[in-house]
């Protein structure tokens, strides 16, 4: 059979029979996506082989995806997370990659590992397989003419699976430890995220403070601090109710419609009045409502206070819907592609905004692969790029994992460049992000199954293994109860940065089928930059202080 159809069709069997294993679920906890692995291990030790060429592809490639579609969509959350806790977030992964080190050297000392053997210890304990790269870059500068450098991928090859069960089992037992309510942990992290915004509601007021006559709306002191927008007007004794915009001159004796959270209205209404029986919403009006949905690139980035909606089209926008999440509709809001806009006005002035905003339902769903390849290409090249850092006599590179994560982070926040607009409908992001990670995981099982049991079932292979699980579940464990009991992250971010600390896409599969909250990918996205580069200078240096 020809080599490349029998590498595809292994690849889509492992996938098939692990995702099958993952998806049984003992106490509500199953493998998930990692179970592509484990299937993929034995099918490499039971002969299944893979054409070189094409398992290097799959296996980047898939890891380039699911890396990307994910600081794709989690961007301006991870940016948010930063700002609250980045610092703390990534002293704990920091403390990782040190305890690490030190166990390794450890382990040395005590059991005598060789130094080879060391540096693939701790780059598979770990699973990230860039920093085996650099461990074998240093060796080669300062090992002996001849040395077998063999054992260094030995190590890896036998340390790496029990690294990811490592990690997997450290989540489970802090879950169990903690008692752990991953509904309520769920909530607790969407309302430290983009959650944390009150509910937009709805006040009618009569404005009976004379200093407000002849003037607009929108010169009244507060109204930008205080979120609240106004969308309606009944003039004195009318009945009719109007559309009002910031433009909108008030006068005493009017009621107005204003919409803001509970906190802003109630600073607004002291200063132009007090609370009206009259409801706006059922008098006969000529104001009408629309949700409006933002799919025009030309609009992506802009302020409302830009676009002067209330000046050009006599509309308002009292709210914005983003990712689910209400939020006033201030002059400072910036657009961005997909928001769902509240827009109230008369029915040709709402078709005019409707159009300028693009409101295309068809675009908002389709998938623009132009800007996601584009976005893969600069990842790539940013990977590629050589990092000098003083003391190390080897440039870092972010790779194809750490590369195209920051691109995605970037392009998720510019939200476009000329026409080239960085969306992703959810559902095509989720199946992008799942294709690769099982293609990541199914070729890396395939290739590592050829020596894995050859090695592990040795009694040095089995004390390596020991000694690798001890390298993988001790830092986790200590950060773990730092990081819950002394500052109190949320669990599923913790693993998050759990599997971040570790740079192990597998692990963050597992954490992800504990919750559908995005809290675990977002915490792991935080932490991979800085720990990274830290792993792979890590294992340079263990290299050159095991042979100095």
Same mark, same amino acid.
């Given at each position: 059979?020809n080599?490349?159809?029998?590498?595809?069709?292994?690849?889509?069997?492992?996938?098939?029979?692990?995702?099958?294993?993952?998806?049984?679920?003992?106490?509500?906890?199953?493998?998930?996506?990692a179970?592509?692995m484990?299937?993929?291990?034995?099918?490499g030790?039971?002969?299944?082989?893979?054409d070189?060429?094409?398992?290097?592809?799959a296996?980047?490639?898939?890891?380039?995806?699911?890396?990307?579609?994910?600081?794709?969509?989690?961007?301006?959350?991870?940016?948010?997370?930063?700002?609250?806790?980045?610092?703390?977030?990534?002293?704990?992964a920091v403390?990782?990659?040190?305890?690490g080190?030190?166990l390794?050297?450890?382990?040395?000392?005590?059991?005598?590992?060789?130094?080879?053997?060391?540096?693939?210890?701790?780059?598979?304990?770990?699973?990230?397989?860039?920093?085996?790269g650099?461990?074998?870059?240093?060796?080669a500068?300062?090992?002996?003419?001849?040395?077998d450098?063999?054992m260094?991928?030995?190590a890896?090859?036998?340390?790496?699976?029990?690294?990811?069960?490592g990690?997997?089992?450290t989540m489970?037992?802090?879950k169990?430890?903690?008692?752990?309510?991953?509904?309520?942990?769920?909530k607790?992290a969407?309302?430290?995220?983009?959650?944390?915004?009150?509910?937009?509601?709805?006040?009618?007021?009569?404005?009976?403070?004379?200093?407000l006559?002849?003037?607009?709306?929108?010169?009244?002191?507060?109204v930008?601090?205080?979120g609240v927008?106004?969308s309606?007007?009944?003039?004195?004794?009318?009945l009719?109710?109007?559309?009002a915009?910031?433009?909108?001159?008030?006068?005493?004796?009017?009621?107005?419609?204003?919409?803001?959270?509970?906190?802003?209205?109630?600073?607004?209404?002291?200063?132009?009045?007090?609370?009206s029986?009259f409801?706006?919403?059922?008098? !006969?009006s000529?104001?009408?409502?629309r949700?409006? %949905?933002?799919?025009? *690139?030309?609009?992506? &980035?802009?302020? #409302? =206070?830009? +676009?002067?909606?209330?000046?050009?089209y006599?509309a308002?926008?009292t709210?914005?819907?983003?990712?689910?999440?209400?939020?006033?509709?201030r002059?400072?809001s910036?657009?961005?592609?997909?928001d769902?806009?509240?827009?109230?006005?008369?029915e040709e002035?709402?078709?005019?905004?409707?159009k300028l905003?693009?409101?295309?339902?068809?675009?908002?769903?389709e998938?623009?692969?132009?800007?996601?390849?584009?976005?893969?290409?600069?990842?790539?090249?940013?990977?590629?790029?050589?990092?000098?850092?003083?003391?190390?006599?080897?440039?870092?590179?972010?790779?194809?994992?750490?590369?195209?994560l920051?691109?995605?982070?970037?392009? !998720?926040l510019l939200?476009?460049?000329g026409?080239? %607009?960085?969306h992703? *409908?959810?559902?095509? &992001?989720?199946? #992008? =992000?799942? +294709?690769?990670?099982?293609m990541?995981?199914?070729?890396a099982?395939?290739?590592a199954?050829?020596?894995?049991?050859s090695?592990?079932?040795t009694?040095?292979?089995?004390l390596?293994?020991l000694?690798?699980?001890v390298?993988?579940?001790?830092?986790?464990?200590?950060v773990?109860l730092?990081?819950?009991l002394?500052?109190?992250?949320?669990?599923l971010?913790?693993?998050?940065?759990i599997a971040?600390?570790?740079?192990?896409?597998?692990?963050?599969?597992?954490?992800?089928?504990?919750?559908?909250?995005s809290?675990?990918?977002?915490?792991?996205a935080?932490?991979y930059?800085?720990?990274?580069?830290?792993?792979?200078?890590?294992?340079?240096t263990?290299?050159?202080i095991?042979f100095?």
């Amino acid at each position: 059979m020809n080599p490349v159809t029998f590498s595809i069709l292994a690849i889509v069997g492992v996938a098939v029979g692990g995702l099958v294993i993952g998806g049984i679920r003992i106490r509500k906890i199953g493998l998930g996506s990692a179970g592509v692995m484990f299937v993929g291990i034995l099918a490499g030790h039971w002969g299944a082989t893979l054409d070189h060429d094409v398992a290097e592809f799959a296996k980047e490639f898939g890891l380039v995806l699911f890396v990307f579609t994910i600081g794709l969509q989690l961007g301006p959350g991870i940016v948010q997370l930063w700002k609250d806790q980045g610092l703390v977030l990534n002293g704990l992964a920091v403390g990782v990659v040190v305890m690490g080190v030190l166990l390794v050297l450890m382990f040395h000392s005590i059991i005598d590992l060789p130094a080879l053997a060391a540096g693939g210890l701790f780059s598979g304990a770990t699973t990230n397989t860039p920093s085996l790269g650099a461990a074998q870059q240093a060796a080669a500068t300062v090992a002996e003419e001849g040395t077998d450098f063999g054992m260094l991928a030995s190590a890896y090859a036998v340390a790496y699976p029990g690294g990811i069960l490592g990690i997997i089992a450290t989540m489970l037992i802090m879950k169990s430890m903690f008692k752990i309510d991953i509904d309520a942990e769920a909530k607790s992290a969407a309302s430290q995220s983009g959650g944390q915004f009150e509910p937009i509601v709805r006040r009618c007021i009569e404005v009976d403070n004379e200093h407000l006559s002849e003037r607009k709306f929108g010169d009244i002191p507060g109204v930008e601090e205080t979120g609240v927008r106004v969308s309606r007007i009944k003039r004195g004794d009318s009945l009719t109710v109007d559309p009002a915009t910031d433009q909108t001159v008030l006068h005493a004796g009017d009621v107005i419609l204003v919409v803001g959270t509970e906190a802003g209205l109630d600073r607004f209404e002291p200063l132009i009045g007090k609370p009206s029986d009259f409801d706006l919403m059922e008098y !006969s009006s000529n104001a009408c409502h629309r949700r409006i %949905v933002v799919t025009d *690139p030309q609009v992506i &980035n802009k302020t #409302l =206070r830009d +676009l002067s909606l209330d000046l050009i089209y006599n509309a308002t926008i009292t709210r914005i819907i983003r990712s689910g999440v209400e939020m006033p509709g201030r002059g400072s809001s910036r657009l961005q592609y997909g928001d769902v806009l509240h827009v109230v006005s008369d029915e040709e002035s709402l078709d005019r905004v409707a159009k300028l905003l693009g409101n295309s339902l068809k675009a908002i769903n389709e998938t623009q692969f132009a800007p996601v390849f584009l976005g893969v290409f600069v990842g790539v090249v940013v990977g590629m790029i050589p990092i000098s850092i003083p003391g190390v006599p080897f440039p870092v590179k972010l790779g194809l994992a750490g590369g195209p994560l920051i691109a995605a982070i970037v392009f !998720s926040l510019l939200g476009k460049v000329g026409k080239f %607009v960085w969306h992703i *409908p959810f559902s095509a &992001n989720l199946a #992008l =992000r799942e +294709l690769g990670i099982i293609m990541f995981l199914a070729s890396a099982g395939l290739s590592a199954g050829k020596t894995f049991f050859s090695v592990a079932l040795t009694s040095q292979g089995l004390l390596w293994m020991l000694a690798g699980l001890v390298i993988t579940m001790v830092p986790l464990l200590i950060v773990g109860l730092v990081g819950r009991l002394v500052f109190k992250v949320n669990f599923l971010t913790l693993c998050g940065v759990i599997a971040g600390s570790m740079t192990d896409p597998p692990a963050l599969a597992f954490a992800n089928t504990l919750s559908d909250s995005s809290a675990c990918a977002t915490g792991y996205a935080a932490v991979y930059p800085l720990t990274m580069v830290m792993r792979i200078v890590a294992a340079q240096t263990i290299i050159y202080i095991l042979f100095a």
